[in-house]
Structures are given as structure tokens and as C-alpha cells.
């Protein structure tokens, strides 16, 4: 069985846009502008422009209260995986996801952590402003926001602009800091042109950011209470509300799926990951089925799923996650796709290797994460 990508809104940027797509390729595209526009936030054609864009598959940068945000559709996995290319971040980290209203959150959460009353008390003391709650996500929920956790971090932000924008897009918004990987998160739009450059179309100006640090991480999922990450909104004014809150210790066993990043293997699906290259003949005897195994193929291209099928198999599934293998497609499929592996009950899948350039890096970093949990 071979699996197209499914069709999401914005793979294609318009022409002359260079949108995050110039990230992915190291570098300004030719003819494109070197700096984003910035609008004033308060003018209400500015954030119309905005929320168009959003709704194009673009990237808009926005003010909250607590730095800037570097925003996409969060239902359109190809507009989230420019993120993490504008971003050069070298592997995927969940987004979290702007809401216009906590109402909304009943749309994104599953049912039961949604009515979990003590969301209902945070989101009323706490919301609009500096406070993510992760719940259980819908499956809706692409899965390279949450980088294939099976929670979403979900936040009503504080700022004037941003309320204004996700509310005219008519769609949550995925939004990490809107600085390159490693660097100072932005509090002013000047400090994103200068970050970001022409890898954000976009870029709303709210004036400086009035909280500085960014929100605080509050998992509720499944009936626990734990503070994930410090941030705007004191821990104690959370305990206040709905009593002690936990705090998962980093790098123990069970805890990575609580706080990613943690731990060097945060997604692995159940049968072992290889990275196997069909181009290369000294890989290609692990592209070959042990007689009763169940071998999958993971793709990265319509070629390399070729080079494999005519190197070895035979293979129980393949997943080919971009025909020609653009690497943002890729980036925006991979998660979907270790689900779907996961879910054929495989002993073992063969995955192909990407460049580590650009998002290949996050991408790489993924798949040998993958590789090392499933062993
Ligand atoms: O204030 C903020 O939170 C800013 C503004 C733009 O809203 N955003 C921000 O995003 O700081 P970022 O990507 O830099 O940090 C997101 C944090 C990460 O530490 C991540 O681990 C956590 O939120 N997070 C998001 N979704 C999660 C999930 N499903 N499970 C656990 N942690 C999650
Ligand atoms: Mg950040």
C-alpha cells in the first residue's frame, strides 16, 4: 500500500514569496525581499492582511504579552513545518497553540481533559494571558505541532494584536518564539527583522511585550497536574487555584513524553527504526525481509521508495511521504506517517535518510530519535 500525502493548504507559496521557505533552502530566495513588511498591530487592514496570510499557509509574526510569536495555521501541518524551517530549529519541539477564546479549547482538547474542571478554573483566572495548558489532543491536531505527542499545549494569549489576528484568520494558531533556534526570544518587531529576516513575511508590530518571559507550561492531561515549564504566571498562583502541581524531573524514564526534549527518544514508534539508504549498496541488505518479518518502508521520496522496492522487501507497508521529495512536505507528513507505521504492526521499518540541510536536520533528528527507542 502506498500512501500519498494528503493534501494541506499552502504547499505552495505564491510566486516571489519567501515566506519560511528560504529557511529551508539556507538562505534568501533570488528576487525575493530581504526584509519583512511591518505593519502597525492596531491597524485592523494590517491584521486583516495578516489573518490572510495565515490562512494562505504563510507565517506571520505577532506580538502577545510575553515575547513574539512566529504563527501559522496550526490545521495546516505544511505552514507548521515552515516554522521550524524559518526557525533552523534542528529537531521538532511542540508548538504550542493560540486560541481567539478558552472556548475553543473544548474544539482542540479531548472531551474528558477539556471538562476537567480545574481548566475551567485556570482558564477563567488566568486566560486571556501567560498560561498553556496541555491536554489530550483531538486527532485533528497535525501531528508535527505537537511533534507526535499525543497532548496540545493550548493558550488564550493577552495581547490586543494577537487576540485581533487569531480571531480574523478563524483558526488556532501554532506560534514558538519568533527568533532563530538558539537565540534570545524577541519583545520588540525590530528584534525579529533583525532575527528573522526575510523568512517571516509578515510582521506585526505591538510595541514592546509587556510580560518578557515566556508563558508557563501546565500539563493536565489524563487527571495530572504538573508544571512543565516556569513561565509569565507564578507557580504558586496555579497552586492556589487547583492545589500542588508535580514537577517532572528531566531525563527519567516516563517523563519524556511529559516534557520534550528531555529525553533523547520522545517519539518512537513500537517496531524498530533504521535509517536505511536505498542508494547506498552497503545499507541495501537491511531493505531485505527476514523470512516471517514484517518490514515497512518509510520513504522520504517516490525514488527512494523505487531504489528500495527494486533493492529488497518485500514490504507489509510504505509510506512515501513526499513524491519528489520536498523537504517540507516531508517535515509535515513525518509524523502522520511513524503513526500509520506504527499502527500496521510492524517487527521493523526502513527509513530513508534525508540531507541533514535545512528542515532535513529537524527531520534527521527525529528519525534517529526514533531509531535509537524503538531498539
Ligand atoms: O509565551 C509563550 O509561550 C510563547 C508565545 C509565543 O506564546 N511561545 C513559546 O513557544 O514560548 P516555544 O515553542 O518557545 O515553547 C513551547 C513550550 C516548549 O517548552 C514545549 O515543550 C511546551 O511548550 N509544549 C508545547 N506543547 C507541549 C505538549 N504537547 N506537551 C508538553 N509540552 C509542550
Ligand atoms: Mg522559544
Not at 239 to 266: D, K, M, N, Q
Not at 295 to 317: H, K, M, V
Not at 332 to 337: Q, S, W
Request: aromatic share 2%; glycine share 12%.
Amino acid at each position: 500500500m502506498t500512501r500519498e500525502p494528503r493534501h494541506v493548504p499552502g504547499d505552495a507559496p505564491p510566486p516571489g514569496a519567501a515566506g519560511g521557505l528560504a529557511g529551508a533552502a539556507g538562505g534568501p530566495v533570488a528576487g525575493a525581499p530581504l526584509a519583512p513588511r511591518v505593519l502597525p498591530g492596531e491597524d485592523p487592514a494590517a491584521v486583516a492582511e495578516a489573518a490572510a496570510l495565515l490562512r494562505a499557509g504563510e507565517l506571520v509574526a505577532f506580538p502577545t504579552e510575553t515575547v513574539y510569536g512566529l504563527g501559522a495555521n496550526a490545521l495546516d501541518a505544511a505552514a507548521v513545518a515552515r516554522v521550524f524551517a524559518a526557525k533552523d530549529r534542528p529537531s521538532f519541539d511542540p508548538l504550542i497553540v493560540h486560541l481567539a477564546d478558552a472556548a475553543e479549547v473544548a474544539d482542540h482538547a479531548v472531551p474528558a481533559d477539556a471538562a476537567d474542571p480545574r481548566v475551567g478554573l485556570l482558564a477563567d483566572r488566568f486566560w486571556p494571558g501567560p498560561l498553556t495548558l496541555v491536554l489530550r489532543r483531538r486527532d485533528h491536531v497535525p501531528g508535527i505541532v505537537t511533534a507526535g505527542l499525543p497532548t496540545v499545549g493550548l493558550r488564550v494569549p493577552d495581547h490586543p494584536v494577537a487576540r485581533a489576528l487569531i480571531r480574523a484568520a478563524g483558526v488556532p494558531v501554532a506560534a514558538p518564539s519568533a527568533n532563530r533556534f538558539g537565540r534570545v526570544s524577541p519583545t520588540r518587531a525590530s528584534h525579529v527583522v533583525r532575527g528573522l529576516g526575510p523568512r517571516v513575511r509578515l510582521v506585526l508590530d505591538g510595541g514592546p511585550c509587556r510580560v518578557g518571559v515566556e508563558s508557563t507550561v501546565v500539563l493536565l492531561a489524563e487527571g495530572r497536574a504538573a508544571l512543565l515549564r516556569p513561565g509569565g504566571v507564578p507557580a504558586e498562583a496555579i497552586e492556589a487555584v487547583i492545589g500542588p502541581l508535580a514537577t517532572p524531573a528531566t531525563g527519567r524514564a516516563g517523563t519524556a513524553a511529559l516534557a520534550p526534549g528531555s529525553a533523547g527518544t520522545h517519539y518512537a514508534p513500537g517496531a524498530r527504526v533504521e535509517i536505511v539508504d536505498p542508494f547506498d549498496p552497503a545499507d541495501r541488505p537491511r531493505l531485505v525481509a527476514k523470512p516471517g518479518e514484517r518490514l515497512g518502508l518509510l520513504a522520504a521520496s517516490a525514488a527512494g521508495a523505487a531504489a528500495a522496492r527494486a533493492a529488497g522487501g518485500p514490504f507489509a507497508t510504505v509510506v512515501v511521504l513526499a513524491p519528489d521529495g520536498d523537504p517540507v512536505v516531508v517535515a509535515a507528513r513525518l509524523f502522520e506517517a511513524l503513526h500509520e507505521l506504527d499502527a500496521a504492526g510492524l517487527d521493523r521499518i526502513a527509513a530513508q535518510p534525508v540531507p541533514a540541510v535545512g528542515l532535513g536536520r529537524a527531520v534527521m533528528d527525529r528519525l534517529r530519535r526514533a531509531a535509537v527507542g524503538g531498539q
